[in-house]
T-cell receptor, first 111, second 114 residues
Framework: AQSVTQLGSHVSVSEGALVLLRCNYS??????LFWYVQYPNQGLQLLLK??????LVKGINGFEAEFKKSETSFHLTKPSAHMSDAAEYFC?????????FGPGTRLSVLP | GAVVSQHPSRVICKSGTSVKIECRSL??????MFWYRQFPKKSLMLMAT?????????EQGVEKDKFLINHASLTLSTLTVTSAHPEDSSFYIC??????????FGQGTRLTVV
């Protein structure tokens, strides 16, 4: 069965600092990969996804992620954190229509 | 873009009553929808797969008689929590896939059973 791990349940960065949220998946066959953001008491919003093609994927709000097959990773980055980036972030994998989610990482942005 | 609407966003009910949550795909047809449950500070756990015109498929450990799923049309799936108890309090989210590489999520429903 597929599994997704996210290193660090809580990450704090200063406003303007680099954001790095880690995601690794366990599978010998590369899945489709996603990052979602969730604000309190809201649903999930897609940040970006990787299906095929270029391994560096750019998403909304200045986020990007790079698929590294050799490392089975799909880490999410943003060069400069903004206060509005504070939220819960979920990495997910899919081989079809169903998704398997990581445990999530709560991002705090300090002024 | 495709939108999935989930209603209600919040509901408080008494123990022993039933609560219905609706999930609608607004501008596309969804023969399949997924229902997830999210515990506090936890990730989303798939509860069941809702299939239009046939029975839902439940994940292991999910009581199908407690969590009734009906996929009445190509744009509507409902989750009914029957005889709700406080331990059923949670955040429930639905999703509808559009193809194999995209899924749209509802806004979620915060259920509180008192």
């Amino acid at each position: 069965a597929q599994s997704v791990t996210q290193l660090g349940s809580h990450v704090s960065v200063s406003e303007g600092a680099l954001v790095l949220l880690r995601c690794n998946y366990s599978s010998s066959v590369p899945p489709y990969l996603f990052w979602y953001v969730q604000y309190p008491n809201q649903g999930l919003q897609l940040l970006l996804k990787y299906t095929t093609g270029a391994t560096l994927v750019k998403g909304i709000n200045g986020f990007e992620a790079e698929f590294k097959k050799s490392e089975t990773s799909f880490h999410l980055t943003k060069p400069s954190a903004h206060m509005s980036d504070a939220a819960e972030y979920f990495c997910a994998v899919s081989y079809g229509q169903n998704f398997v989610f990581g445990p999530g990482t709560r991002l705090s942005v300090l002024p | 873009g495709a939108v999935v609407s989930q209603h209600p966003s919040r509901v408080i009910c008494k123990s022993g009553t039933s609560v219905k949550i609706e999930c609608r795909s607004l501008d596309f047809q969804a023969t399949t929808m997924f229902w997830y449950r999210q515990f506090p500070k936890k990730s989303l756990m798939l509860m069941a797969t809702s299939n239009e015109g046939s029975k839902a498929t439940y994940e292991q450990g999910v009581e199908k008689d407690k969590f009734l799923i009906n996929h009445a049309s190509l744009t509507l799936s409902t989750l009914t929590v029957t005889s709700a108890h406080p331990e059923d309090s949670s955040f429930y989210i639905c999703s509808a896939p559009t193809g194999n590489t995209e899924a749209f999520f509802g806004q979620g429903t915060r259920l509180t059973v008192v």
